[in-house]
């Protein structure tokens, strides 16, 4: 089984995204630092969907990042990707392993304490769970979780992304809460300058992970 080895899941939405062609901003992310990224279009047609996720293995393995496909653990298995990602309405882990095999990651959309324990016990490899922060895009599931239960969730025995609504100025508390990592969309790929976005976050990421220490610590010598 690969590992989950990154802790910035970027996730594609490509009505967003500022350029026209979706490859030239996940290149951009790439480039930024995103080592794994989720092909997440639901409303292409099959051909198209295929033919961007294979575009977009070519893409990510230049730069040496996982690639997980959105719901179609056939053209996960097609194209070669990384694993898949599935959804409430998604067929059922268990299944999709059956397809995949154990050396494929399975991450799994949760939105409850439940469903994430669920998909733990299912056997997925990694969650995304929200949405943490308020954002249009995750609206249907309701109100904003909030960090008290990403924290509660970030207790399973499995990586915990936080997802939704997250922005440079809240991933400390994201990850405050115990969460592996952060997913996100708008930020990098509705970004002006993607690139410069994921360095920002990245950056912001290391930051949060630094232990905070006081000033005026330091004794003074007689």
Known sequence: MMPVDFDLYLITDRHQAKSANLLETVEAALQGGVRAVQLREKDLPP????ELAEA?????????????????????????????????????????????????????SCHSLAGARSAEAAGADFITFGPVFFTRSKAIYGDPLGPEKLAAAAGLNIPV?????????????????????????????????????????LGAIRHARQPVHSLGTKEQLP
Not at 169 to 198: E, K, Y
Request: glycine content about 14%; aromatic content about 4%.
């Open 47 to 50: 051909a198209e969907l295929y």
């Open 161 to 201: 992304f936080g997802l939704g609504g997250i922005t440079e100025g809240n991933i400390r508390q994201v990850l405050d809460a115990g969460a592996s990592g952060i997913a996100l969309i708008s930020a990098i790929i509705a970004a002006d300058q993607p690139q410069q976005a994921t360095t920002t976050i």
């Open 56 to 108: 977009l293995r070519q893409l990510t393995g230049r730069f040496q990042a996982r690639l997980f496909i959105n719901d179609r653990v056939d053209i996960a298995v097609t194209v070669g990707a990384d694993g898949v990602h599935l959804g409430e309405k998604s067929i059922p882990v268990q299944a999709a392993r059956g397809i995949l095999g154990q050396a494929k990651l399975i991450g799994v």
